[in-house]
């Protein structure tokens, strides 16, 4: 965002976004439990948001590590469930259909993921030389990523190394398969003033 403070810290709609996302959590699952991984320097600002805010749903906060990696592997420490949802706090817009179809497909599959299809044309791109792509054979992929616990935690055992993209593509290494099923277009991630703006006037 170009700025000092944290994007999940920023206000929209008069709520750090981190904060409305907790809620969307906690209002689909009010018996969930549910960890923030946060780094070390920022617990005491946290704890001043929640304050200012009179928030009051309940979550538990684990120390963040050096890489994203780290903070996940932390957190599943902590977890208590035999199934774990991994989100972005800078989605505050994953629909209550989309966390009802992950939570079905966990059910009968061990990974599931919520993706969306593409709307623009694509091109591969290498250095001088491009070549159009079937936009249909493609999906965008979105958060939660949802497991059975044991078996993120056995892939969160593999060494850390700078090709993990995210927690599906962990679990694949594993050789197990990935379920994907339908997300929805407005669960984006906010990582620009643009998208900042569309998440705004989305929460309204």
Known sequence: M???LPKQFIEVVGKPILLHTILLFHNYSPNAQILVTLPEDWKEYWNQLLTKH??????????????????????LAACKSPY?????????LVS???????SEALLSHKAVIPVVGMKESIRW???????????????????PQ???????????NQDFHEG?????????????????VEGNDENIKITTPTDLIMAEGLLK
């Open 2 to 4: 170009g700025g000092d």
């Open 54 to 75: 009179n928030f009051s749903v309940p979550h538990t906060i684990i120390s963040g590590g050096e890489q994203r990696f780290h903070s996940i592997k932390n957190a």
């Open 84 to 92: 774990v949802f991994v989100h972005d706090g800078v989605r505050p």
């Open 96 to 102: 209550a259909g989309t966390l009802r179809r992950c």
């Open 125 to 143: 791109v290498e250095g001088s030389q491009s070549k159009s792509l079937n936009r249909s054979e493609y999906r965008v992929v979105q958060t």
């Open 146 to 156: 949802c497991f059975e616990k044991e078996l993120l935690v056995q892939a969160y």
């Open 164 to 180: 993990i993209t995210d927690d599906a593509s962990l679990v694949e290494q594993l050789g197990e398969r990935i379920e994907c």
